[in-house]
């Protein structure tokens, strides 16, 4: 219902403006079967769908890619979509297809981290369309995040709109329907214009980039991950910038996060920077806890933490299914009575975390087992929401935008 009226909205302002939203594409798509992840991940290549009856944006899967071994790294695609904010607002968006970018030696973002960024990914269906997951709510975090750092709103559905046309432009690029990729966008917005005084820019750089991508840790589902618990190093501070998608948060993680993978641990967790006693969240992703007893999905309440959609959207589905969810406070030791842990996030979806390991002063360690195949609320979680994505089942929540 708060999508519907989020679509109405976004079509009136967009009929005032002479903007052609992307329609909401709800209730399109309904099978009766569930193929679970496994039987997705597993189909051979010359079963891909590349989908052969051409929509409105095109074909997707068409670009010569090894879809099927995709992992979470650069690759180039067609363009980028480029759009300023000069003289007090924002100037009509370019589609480019250079990677460089020319930008002032003064700019804000190189000295003093002016910027902040995005995360989202667009599905191939099997009807040959391409759909954004929850774009909306990403507008909404971007400018969240903006202006903690002082930088200019961007409307929602403009972002929209400028997510829509580079996935349309780019659509040769989202992984097929069946590949179990998806192509990731990653919006940024940056002080681009110069100053040397602490204050922010006059000019500003909004671009939207989009790279073709597979599992975030390789194996994906199928690979429950073990983490580390970071002691020696903090993410976000109290009243600090964690709940923003800021630059230097992810610079803060680089030496705890390559420490970790030195060590064999490929994913960090953090703790609240002031008593170290509380589960904040993994670097890249948000931290959930699963009591299958009690039919309990518990995940941490902090303001340094950043407000994930795939946390939110997970919340739905677990609420959908019955579960209880409690959004509190996390105790270190609390962690031995989860029989699951989960990290998730556009980027890591829903990875199952195997153990957690953590060293005293003294170099003791204390590790946390979990269960050590996937387990079972995980793989459900999994499956609901990668099937709405995929267009599978029915988006009873009116998650996906259809781009046009
Ligand atoms: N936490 C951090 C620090 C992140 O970088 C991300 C990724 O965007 C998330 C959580 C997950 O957020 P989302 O589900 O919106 O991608
Ligand atoms: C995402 O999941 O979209 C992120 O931004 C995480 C990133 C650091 C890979």
């Known amino acids: 219902m708060r999508s519907l009226t989020a679509a109405l909205a976004l079509l009136l302002a967009s009929s005032c403006q002479g903007f052609v939203a992307p329609s909401h594409n709800s209730h399109q798509i309904i099978t009766t079967t569930t193929p679970s992840s496994t039987q997705l991940k597993k189909q051979p290549l010359s079963r891909l769908s590349v989908a052969t009856d051409i929509n409105a944006v095109g074909a997707p899967g068409t670009a010569d890619l090894p879809w099927s071994e995709l992992g979470f790294e650069f690759r180039p695609t067609k363009s980028h979509l480029r759009m300023t904010y000069r003289d007090g607002k924002w100037q009509e968006p370019e589609m480019v297809e250079s990677p460089y970018i020319n930008v002032h030696i003064g700019a804000t973002a190189l000295h003093y981290g002016q910027a902040c960024f995005e995360g989202l990914k667009a599905f191939a269906h099997e009807d040959g369309s391409v759909n954004l997951f929850r774009p909306d709510e990403n507008a909404k975090r971007i400018n969240r995040s903006g202006h903690r750092v002082m930088m200019p709103e961007i409307p929602v559905e403009t972002f929209i709109k400028a997510c829509n046309d580079v996935v349309k432009d780019n659509v040769a690029y989202v992984p097929p329907y069946g590949s179990g990729g998806a192509l990731y966008l990653r919006p940024l917005l940056f002080g681009s214009g110069p100053r040397i005084g602490l204050q922010p820019a006059e000019e500003y750089t909004f671009i939207v980039m989009v790279i073709p991508v597979g599992d975030y840790y390789k194996g994906g589902l199928a690979a429950p991950v073990n983490g580390l618990i ?70 941490p309440k902090s303001d340094s933490v950043l407000p994930s959609i795939t946390n939110k959207s997970l919340q739905t589905l677990a609420k959908d299914e019955g579960m209880t969810v409690e959004q509190r406070d996390i105790e270190v030791a609390e962690l031995s009575t989860f ?35 996937v387990g079972e609320t995980t793989r459900r979680l999994y499956d609901t929401v990668r099937n709405i994505q995929n267009g599978e089942i029915e988006d009873t929540h009116n998650w996906n935008y259809k781009v046009e």
């Open 230 to 299: 970071v002691d020696d190093y903090d993410r976000a501070a109290p009243k600090g910038v964690g709940a923003a998608k800021v630059a230097g948060n992810y610079a803060a993680d680089l030496i705890p996060n390559m420490a970790a993978k030195k060590k064999g641990f490929p994913i960090c967790l953090y703790l609240d920077a002031a008593t170290h006693t509380l589960v904040e969240e993994f670097s890249t992703s948000n931290f959930i806890g699963i009591d299958n007893e009690n039919k309990k999905y518990i995940t």
């Open 339 to 373: 029989d699951e842990v989960i990290a998730c996030g556009t980027a890591v979806v829903v990875t199952p975390i195997g153990s957690l390991t953590r060293f005293d002063g003294n170099g003791e360690e204390s590790k946390y087992q979990f269960t050590e195949d």
